[in-house]
């Protein structure tokens, strides 16, 4: 029988739940902007401040954590929740603006690939969160953080065909050089959230 570790004072699991939405918010937005093929300074612009707030949230949590006695679950797996979420939206907000600097557009097939892999599992992960106090989903957790993991050897998979399509039809080296990195941050993104799942499913062992 899975312990019920839910607390009465839920504050924890109300700001984590409000930072993952807010990191499936900017992924869904990127996604969006992809899509319409623009990238310009207010895209950046908002994508920035979502991770803004997103820092905002993972201070706010620490901050709780400094204050507070007991926690509905260990501290260390509160903290180390928030600030892997955290460094999601961090790596968003690079790509974001990487792609701003290096003057990119938007379009490319495989980048848009990313981006939707990404989005999917931001959201999973906004799931994951959501249910992850009621201890009657547990299961539903779990399935989520599997399909995070199918995502992210998915995004291994785009990596590959998008650095040998690079190599093979770019001609210009600095194109090959910046198409390269974005890639690589993007697939970085998604192991990103793969780390978040894994906590995620520490945190259930714990407490299963």
């Given at each position: 029988m899975?312990?019920?570790?839910?607390?009465?004072?839920v504050k924890f699991?109300?700001?984590?739940?409000?930072?993952?939405?807010?990191?499936m918010k900017a992924a869904a937005f990127f996604k969006e902007a992809v899509k319409d093929g623009v990238l310009d300074e207010a895209e950046v612009k908002k994508i920035h401040n979502l991770e803004h707030e997103g820092?905002?949230?993972?201070?706010?949590?620490?901050?709780?954590?400094?204050?507070?006695?007991?926690?509905?679950?260990?501290?260390?797996d509160i903290y180390a929740l928030a600030n892997q979420l955290d460094d999601v939206l961090d790596m968003l907000n690079a790509m974001a603006g990487r792609m701003k600097l290096y003057k990119?557009?938007?379009?490319?097939?495989?980048f848009a690939q990313f981006i939707d892999l990404i989005d999917q599992a931001?959201?999973?992960?906004?799931?994951?969160?959501?249910?992850?106090?009621?201890?009657?989903?547990?299961?539903?957790?779990?399935?989520?953080?599997?399909?995070?993991?199918?995502?992210?050897?998915?995004?291994?998979?785009v990596r590959e065909k998008a650095i040998s399509h690079l190599f093979e039809t770019e001609k210009d080296p600095i194109m090959v050089i910046k198409w390269k990195e974005i890639y690589e941050v993007a697939e970085g993104t998604?192991?990103?959230?793969?780390?978040?799942?894994?906590?995620?499913?520490?945190?259930?062992?714990k407490h299963g």
């Amino acid at each position: 029988m899975a312990i019920n570790f839910i607390p009465k004072e839920v504050k924890f699991f109300d700001y984590l739940n409000l930072q993952a939405e807010n990191l499936m918010k900017a992924a869904a937005f990127f996604k969006e902007a992809v899509k319409d093929g623009v990238l310009d300074e207010a895209e950046v612009k908002k994508i920035h401040n979502l991770e803004h707030e997103g820092d905002t949230l993972a201070h706010e949590i620490t901050d709780m954590l400094n204050r507070t006695f007991i926690t509905p679950i260990d501290r260390e797996d509160i903290y180390a929740l928030a600030n892997q979420l955290d460094d999601v939206l961090d790596m968003l907000n690079a790509m974001a603006g990487r792609m701003k600097l290096y003057k990119l557009k938007p379009g490319d097939e495989h980048f848009a690939q990313f981006i939707d892999l990404i989005d999917q599992a931001a959201a999973a992960l906004a799931s994951a969160v959501k249910y992850m106090p009621d201890t009657k989903r547990q299961r539903r957790v779990l399935d989520y953080c599997i399909e995070i993991n199918r995502l992210e050897n998915m995004g291994d998979q785009v990596r590959e065909k998008a650095i040998s399509h690079l190599f093979e039809t770019e001609k210009d080296p600095i194109m090959v050089i910046k198409w390269k990195e974005i890639y690589e941050v993007a697939e970085g993104t998604l192991d990103k959230c793969e780390h978040v799942a894994k906590v995620i499913e520490s945190i259930l062992v714990k407490h299963g």
